[in-house]
């Protein structure tokens, strides 16, 4: 019902936009977030953005440099990710539920689109 989209490989320094297309469902009453794991660690919070109001809420890590906003009509939510490094390289994965940060706030998941940054 999830499904990312936009991954890629990517230079250092450079920008990426992922998507999330909802299906099946409205999300419009959902919160949405964006978590990522990178091969050997866990999964991470990245990021989340309320219904409604569309408040959002990032990770340290990459406040300043993604961005989630939605688009409610069109069921999707996007991560625009720029000034990426390649500490961010992981495998980005989108969810829908409460507004987070825990992985268990969130019900619904989708695959997951991977993300690649070279030095």
């Known amino acids: 019902q999830l499904e990312e989209s936009g991954g890629g490989l990517v230079q250092a320094g450079g920008s990426l936009r992922l998507s999330c297309a909802a299906s099946?469902?409205?999300?419009?009453?959902?919160?949405m977030g964006w978590f990522r794991q990178a091969p050997g660690k866990s999964r991470e919070f990245v990021g989340s953005?309320?219904?409604?109001?569309?408040?959002?809420s990032y990770a340290d890590s990459v406040k300043g440099r993604f961005t989630i906003s939605r688009d409610d009509a069109k069921n999707t939510v996007y991560l625009q990710m720029n000034s990426l490094k390649f500490e961010d390289t992981a495998a980005y994965y989108c969810?829908?539920?409460?507004?987070?940060?825990?992985?268990?706030?969130?019900?619904?998941w989708g695959q997951g689109t991977q993300v690649t940054v070279s030095s």
């Open positions: 953005i309320s219904a409604v109001t569309t408040r959002t």
């Open positions: 969810a829908a539920g409460d507004l987070g940060p825990s992985e268990k706030d969130f019900q619904y």
């Open positions: 099946g469902r409205s999300f419009s009453s959902f919160a």
